[in-house]
Structure formats: structure tokens, C-alpha cells
């Protein structure tokens, strides 16, 4: 059963502590993204990368970050510094060639408490 | 000033009837464009993809058409159904650049 996959579904955090989000995907593909999706809004990318070892901020990287150890696996880490990270948050991978599918998990909805 | 601005920002059809949605856009050039659907709590799902040389580009009820003259794209949508109601995001570039999205809803 292949696929990209978010866990967990809700998370709910205290003000103050560090929370990481998980995002696995055993598509083999080389590019991997993490998005921030507020309400009525559109994505806006935080982070991606395209090889393992290696990444690259994005639009709003201020208050997250990331670890690429693992070609299947990109983790990311909303720390204490995000001022609001209260928001459904979408990892995606898809092949470095340009035209390829670029396949989205289900989504994790954070919410600061 | 966003790189990719999509219009109308929502739209409310009868189930059956046609739509088109458009999609202005000042980066260039690029290397593809992508049109997806997103349901409401989940990730979005492509529609299309075209490069920077192609016009148009189909999946079934949904057509995509790319002017890169006027740097502009549009998703046609014909014999719409009630389960087309969603968000439709046009995207950019490898980089991965996000309109936000037109909301459609089909009324029966």
C-alpha cells in the first residue's frame, strides 16, 4: 500500500513546548515539502528538500524546522518560537523531475492550547 | 504582492452547469503548472500538469488551458456534479508556489 503518510491526525500542544510532525512515505521519491494551510487560505510552503542531508526554507520557515536523515522520512519540528502555529499543516513529496504527481498526505491539524 | 492569484475567490453553481476559474500569474518562466482539488480537511489532489509549452490539458471533466502571452491559466469544468464542491488551487513552478484557491460549491 503505497503512499505518503501524516501522523498524528490532531495534535494539541501547550503554549511554550516544542511539537514534531511526522511525514513518511515509501513512494521513493527524492523531494519531499511541508505546508501551512490556514483557514480560507491557501498553502504557503515552510520547508522542502530534494535530496536526503539537505533542505531548503520556504515562505514561513521562521519558528519551524526540519531533519532529512532518511529518503522516506521529514519530520518537522513547530517550536516555541512559532508566534502562531495553530493550523492544518500538509506534508508532500513527488519526484525531482518537474512534471511529475506531486502527492500530498492526509494532514496534521495543530492546535496550541 | 502573491506570484499567483486565482479568481473568483469563491463560486456557486447548479449541479450540471459549467464553470471556469482562472488563474493570473507573474512568475516567469516556469516549469510546469498544476491545477488541484482539495476537500475540505484534506490534502489536495492534482487535477493537471502542464509545462511551460503546453495549451491545454485534460482529465475528464476537467479541462486546463495555459496562455503563457497573457500569463494566465483557467480549469474548465464541464457537467458538474455535487461532488466537485471543493477547493480548487492552481500552482506554480517547482518550487511549489500555492494560489489560494477558488471555493466552488454545486448545488443540487
Known amino acids: 500500500d503505497g503512499g505518503i503518510t501524516q501522523s498524528p491526525k490532531y495534535l494539541f500542544r501547550k503554549e511554550g513546548q516544542n511539537v514534531t510532525l511526522s511525514c513518511e512515505q515509501n513512494l521513493n521519491h527524492d523531494a519531499m515539502y511541508w505546508y501551512r494551510q490556514d483557514p480560507g487560505q491557501g498553502l504557503r510552503l515552510i520547508y522542502y528538500?530534494?535530496?536526503?542531508?539537505?533542505?531548503q526554507k520556504g515562505d514561513i520557515a521562521e519558528g519551524y524546522s526540519v531533519s532529512r536523515e532518511k529518503k522516506e522520512s521529514f519530520p518537522l519540528t513547530v517550536t516555541s518560537a512559532q508566534k502562531n502555529p495553530t493550523a492544518f499543516y500538509l506534508c508532500?513529496?513527488?519526484?525531482?523531475?518537474?512534471?511529475?504527481?506531486?502527492?500530498f498526505g492526509p494532514g496534521t491539524r495543530l492546535t496550541v492550547l | 504582492k502573491n506570484q499567483v492569484e486565482q479568481s473568483p475567490q469563491s463560486l456557486i453553481i447548479l449541479e450540471g452547469k459549467n464553470c471556469t476559474l482562472q488563474?493570473?500569474?507573474?512568475?516567469?518562466?516556469?516549469?510546469?503548472l498544476r491545477w488541484y482539488k482539495q476537500d475540505t480537511g484534506r490534502g489536495p489532489v492534482s487535477l493537471t500538469i502542464?509545462?511551460?509549452?503546453?495549451n491545454t490539458k485534460s482529465n475528464r471533466r476537467y479541462t486546463a488551458t495555459l496562455d503563457a502571452d497573457t500569463k494566465q491559466s483557467s480549469l474548465h469544468i464541464t457537467a458538474s456534479q455535487l461532488s466537485d464542491s471543493a477547493s480548487y488551487i492552481c500552482v506554480l513552478g517547482n518550487d511549489m508556489r500555492f494560489g489560494a484557491g477558488t471555493r466552488l460549491t454545486v448545488k443540487p
Open positions: 502542464m509545462t511551460f509549452s503546453e
Open positions: 488563474c493570473n500569474y507573474t512568475v516567469s518562466p516556469f516549469s510546469n
Open positions: 508532500a513529496s513527488t519526484t525531482v523531475r518537474g512534471t511529475d504527481t506531486q502527492y
Open positions: 528538500s530534494q535530496i536526503v542531508n539537505d533542505f
